[in-house]
């Protein structure tokens, strides 16, 4: 069984998603975990076995486990993707799914990485922020009823219960 995910497959990352990776690993760190420096020196693509105490290279990237990938996609360990193998095909293939969004790989290690890669270090695009913006403010947007004016639930004080600050309607 594929154990861990390749050099090759951590070349696949985009710079910020090694970043990202960095972080997460920087705080998930346990003694046996497998890296390789990314860097342009002569620890570029040598694979190491972290002791537990010393601080790794600054340019380390994990060479994900298994577990390690699960770890990523389903940090509360609350079981929230399926994995299922489709056992007629040939080669196998794997499927993973998370929050209903399919992936595949040719083992369980490769399609966790392909949901990995697309889930937990998903860079957000400049678009998709303001769009992630726009969502947030429009589900504060509340109309009033009586006077058509709109207003905002942000930062609302519901203990005296719904009211326009428009025209004070109750709702
Ligand atoms: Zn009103």
């Known amino acids: 069984m594929k154990q861990r995910i390749t ?3 951590l070349q696949q990352l985009s710079p910020e998603q090694q970043d990202k990776l ?12 497998v890296f390789i420096c990314l860097g342009n020196d002569f620890l570029s693509g040598k694979v190491f076995a972290w002791d ?7 340019l380390a990237v994990p060479l994900l486990s298994v577990g390690q990938c699960i770890e990523l996609l389903d940090p509360k360990e609350e079981a929230i993707f ?3 193998k489709y056992i007629a095909s040939e080669p196998q293939i ?6 209903g969004t399919e992936y595949y790989g040719d083992s369980m290690c490769d399609c966790l990485w392909q949901a990995v890669k697309e889930v937990a270090l998903h860079i957000e695009t400049k678009e ?3 769009n992630k913006a726009r969502e947030e403010r429009l589900s504060y947007i509340r109309h ?5 004016k709109v ?11 719904l009211k326009c600050p428009h025209c004070g309607s109750e709702f």
């Open 7 to 9: 050099p090759a497959q």
């Open 144 to 148: 009033c009823e009586k006077c058509f």
């Open 151 to 161: 207003f905002s639930l942000k930062d609302y004080d519901f203990s005296g219960g």
């Open 94 to 99: 794997y499927e993973v799914n998370v929050g």
């Open 22 to 33: 960095r972080t997460w690993w920087s705080i998930h760190q346990q003694q046996g975990d």
């Open 82 to 84: 399926t994995m299922m």
């Open 52 to 58: 537990g105490h010393n601080k790794p290279f600054k």
């Open 128 to 130: 998709e922020k303001v």
